[in-house]
């Protein structure tokens, strides 16, 4: 498994890592061979957030830390707050659904996600989505309290655009390192964009403002969210009678590089030079597996555009 320097730090992790966002449905037996499965194929970035299922999967996974074979020490674990969806299911969320920013709600945040973690720091902290209320002097804040009691280490964003990156720079101290985004072979919007420049077709419209190139200008590690879906959690397109020439494609590079397709999908998110880290998702040991061997493939230029085209992609 390659490894891959986080920002513009000395920081270097595994190019792949496992979100647990789907982690919540395990027992403990389950999953720790879930985390033993990505520790032993090479995986030691663990990713989270205080709102999946209102903190279920944090604590299936704390207590699958305590009883693995594996220690704190073994992972680098990431959480992101920001996010209050608690749909009348959860005391410790008595509200309803916002966005907040405020240097409470991060503190909270933080707080409550170490608890159920089962430890004393994260790695990294990521606000999840941009709150437009948002008052970077609260943001400031906390995140300096955060640093300064050792809670958090380092600091990012998911899923903003480059001026709201740069509105939260502008007012805090740390260096945010990283930008967590949806993007697989099935969601390519950040790359369309930059292709189809000018145009007037579909693809030339800008989703994001050019956060790809704009992260790679600033150094910013992209997270790339959802590796395997197609649309906003529809689906896996592995194995997906509805991408039959895709699946095609990823099963002929996979025999060419005695790997299975998940390997291939990971595999063409890592060969982009933006240096991005894949996010998995799955709970499945054997996928766990097989996507994780896409950190030592490393695709031609020409095989990459093939898959691209095989997602139904063109170029003008
Ligand atoms: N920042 C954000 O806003 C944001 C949003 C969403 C997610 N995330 C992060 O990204 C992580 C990954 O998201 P995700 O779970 O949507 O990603 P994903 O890895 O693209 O999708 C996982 C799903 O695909 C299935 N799958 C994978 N390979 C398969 C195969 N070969 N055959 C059949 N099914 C297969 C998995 O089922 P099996 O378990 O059966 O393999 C699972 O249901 C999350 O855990 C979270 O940490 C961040």
Redesign the pocket.
């Known amino acids: 498994m390659k490894s891959i320097k986080i920002g513009n730090s000395n920081w270097k992790a595994s190019a792949i890592a ?6 919540n449905v395990l027992d403990s037996n389950k999953a720790v061979e879930v985390i033993e499965t990505a520790y032993k194929n090479g995986i030691n970035f663990i ?3 205080d709102i ?1 299922d209102l903190g279920k999967s944090d604590e299936v996974f704390g207590e699958a830390l305590k009883k693995s074979s594996l220690t704190r020490d073994n992972f680098y674990i990431q959480s ?1 707050g920001g996010i209050i969806n608690n749909n009348g299911k959860s005391k410790s969320f008595p509200e309803g659904l916002r966005y907040d920013f405020s240097k409470k709600h991060i503190i909270e945040s933080v707080e409550g996600s170490l608890k159920r973690l089962k430890t004393d720091y994260l790695d990294s902290f ?1 606000l ?2 941009p709150d437009t209320l948002m008052e970077v002097e609260q943001i400031a804040e906390a995140f300096d309290e955060l640093e300064t009691s050792g809670k958090v280490r380092h600091f990012g964003v ?2 903003f655009n480059p001026e709201q990156y740069k509105l939260v720079q502008s007012g805090i101290n740390q260096k945010l390192m990283i930008n ?3 993007f ?1 072979i099935m969601h390519t919007g950040m790359i369309d964009f930059g292709i189809h420049t000018n145009m007037t077709d579909n693809g030339s419209i800008s989703h994001d403002g050019s956060i790809l190139e704009f992260s790679r200008r600033k150094n910013i590690t992209i ?1 790339a ?5 197609y649309g906003f ?1 529809d ?2 397109f ?2 997906n009678e509805k991408f039959p020439e895709l699946n095609q494609k990823l099963k002929q590079l996979g025999d060419k590089y005695d790997v ?3 390997a291939i999908a990971t595999a063409w998110i890592l060969k982009h030079p933006a240096n991005m880290q894949v ?6 040991p054997k ?2 597996e ?2 994780a061997a896409g950190g030592d493939v490393v695709l031609t230029n020409q095989e990459w555009y093939d898959v691209y085209f095989a997602a139904g992609n063109d170029l003008p």
């Open positions: 496992l979100g647990i966002m789907r982690m990713d989270t957030a999946y992101k990521l999840h989505r998911s899923n967590q985004l949806q697989s997270q969210w959802s590796p395997f879906q959690f689906g896996t592995i194995n299975g397709k998940n996010i998995l998702g799955t709970m499945n996928h766990i097989d996507s």
